[in-house]
């Protein structure tokens, strides 16, 4: 049965559209949760730092590709950072330094309440798995690059589970 208290942590996945890289880890890290028992604890969602894409769906590679890993993100819909996620979400975790360095530059910096963490994915993929710090953009490119991205998010996603449900027990 479900707790009837809302979960303790919450991750913000954050790319430049919310159309590619970040519904892709929303939907993996929904997955994982799941698989692992504690989306109870641990609440999920992703946004874009622009609002190019704002009310749209993801990326119909981004939506085939979950897909083709049994992971349905076609519901999710696109919207824009804004600055009461900083506050609503324990983790804001950003697919490359570019982005995180545009959320650094909007965080609250005199705030007497909590704030978000603030972290770049590649934190939790384990070492010398990839050459790069980001998780790469794969919008210009072909459909291998939408696979590549969706392994790197597979392998940092356990790791970045365990670290924040660890943090909401």
């Known amino acids: 049965m479900a707790s009837s208290n809302p979960p303790k942590a919450a991750i913000l996945f954050v790319c430049l559209g919310n159309i590619c890289r970040s519904p892709l880890a929303h939907g993996i ?30 990326d119909a590679r981004s939506i085939a590709t979950a897909r083709s890993h049994g992971i349905v993100i076609s519901q999710q819909t696109c ?7 900083f506050y609503e979400f324990t983790h804001i ?29 590649s934190e939790f993929i384990p070492k010398h798995s990839y050459t790069t710090a980001d998780v790469p953009d794969p919008y210009y490119g072909g459909d291998s690059g939408f696979e590549n991205v969706f392994t790197m998010l597979s392998d940092g996603m356990d790791p970045l589970i365990d670290y924040v449900a660890s943090e909401a027990n």
């Open 29 to 58: 890290a929904e997955e994982t949760v799941r698989r692992r028992a504690v989306s109870d604890r641990v609440r999920i969602d992703s946004c874009g730092t622009s609002a190019y894409h704002v009310g749209e769906s993801p």
């Open 79 to 85: 919207r824009q950072l804004c600055s009461h996620d």
């Open 93 to 121: 975790v950003a697919m490359d330094r570019d982005n995180l360095s545009d959320i650094k530059r909007r965080c609250p910096t005199n705030s007497s309440r909590r704030i978000a963490n603030l972290h770049l994915f």
